[in-house]
């Protein structure tokens, strides 16, 4: 179930340069429902991710139509779409935008079986021993290059971990291998700053918009294993999974406080809400 610029298909070029090199970003889009979770959200990220690389951007009203082609009124599934720069031939030198032909990769894949049970009583987490390297220009951005996940989701096969907590340079904790992190003290709402490393997602926007709106404090910083330790609450949140609260994090419990619950309760809203206006 894959469309490629519009026409199904099953292969990709050998020259691609998404599969070259990774040059390229993708978008991991929840469907439920007959509808597309904060789909212009993730177009937005999509094209400011194309801008940051070069590429030509995508049409989002033609990336929609392909969603709904392939798609073709799914129920529950879960959508992702791959942009690279297109097809090139050896060399790191990439094509001009005027010159380049990007590639439109659609796929629709099973949606992931989580327990009910990880939003409402939270989950067990673990540190990884794989940092993030450091690098601004790519930071906050989702492309193509995903080693240092895949690495560090590698570093466990326990299935009662959920979620590996990700450092970069310094020892800052950054993010997971597949979410955003915060942490609340103190009735302040923390989350580790993006801008040299990791992935700003979806639903942390949804989070820091809320927060502000509802005149909760927040800080973004730089945050080591000692400040999660003293944390009371934490949480972590992606666009399929929502908000997940963590009750153990390297042995050590956290209590579902009264922050978590509540901006579960409003992300849980959002995603129905915002659904609405992409129904398939």
Excluded at 16 to 21: A, E, N
Excluded at 53 to 71: K, M, N, W, Y
Excluded at 144 to 150: D, G, K, T
Excluded at 205 to 223: E, M, N, R, S, T
């Amino acid at each position: 179930m894959f469309l490629l610029n519009g026409a199904k298909a099953e292969s990709l070029s050998l020259q691609d340069r998404g599969l070259q090199y990774g040059d390229g970003l993708f978008e991991t889009i929840a469907v439920r429902n007959h509808q597309l979770e904060f789909w212009q959200h993730h177009m937005q990220r999509l094209l400011a991710g194309c801008q940051r690389l070069r590429i030509p951007s995508p049409d989002p009203g033609l990336l929609l139509a392909e969603a709904r082609q392939l798609l073709d009124g799914a129920d529950d599934a879960v959508l992702k779409l791959t942009v690279t720069r297109g097809q090139g031939g050896r060399g790191y030198r990439a094509a001009t935008i005027s010159d380049s032909n990007p590639s439109r990769i659609l796929a629709v894949y099973e949606e992931p079986d989580y327990p009910a049970e990880n939003q409402a009583n939270g989950i067990v987490a673990r540190y990884c021993d794989t940092r993030l390297g450091t690098s601004p220009s790519l930071a906050g951005i989702k492309h193509l290059n995903r080693l240092e996940q895949v690495l560090a989701r590698s570093e466990w096969q326990d299935d009662a971990i959920f979620e590996g907590l990700m450092l970069a340079a310094h020892g800052r904790v950054t993010e997971g291998t597949m979410s955003n992190l915060f942490f609340v003290k103190a009735g302040v709402l923390h989350t580790p700053n993006l801008s040299n490393a990791g992935v700003a997602g979806i639903i942390r926007d949804v989070v820091l918009a809320f927060a502000q709106q509802q005149k909760i404090p927040v800080a973004i910083g730089h945050y080591s294993k000692t400040d999660f330790a003293a944390a009371d609450e934490i949480f972590i949140c992606n666009s399929l999974i929502g908000v997940w609260p963590v009750r153990l994090l390297e042995q050590q419990r956290f209590s579902i406080g009264s922050i978590t619950k509540q901006i579960i309760a409003v992300v849980n809203a959002a995603r129905l809400r915002d659904a609405a206006h992409e129904a398939l």
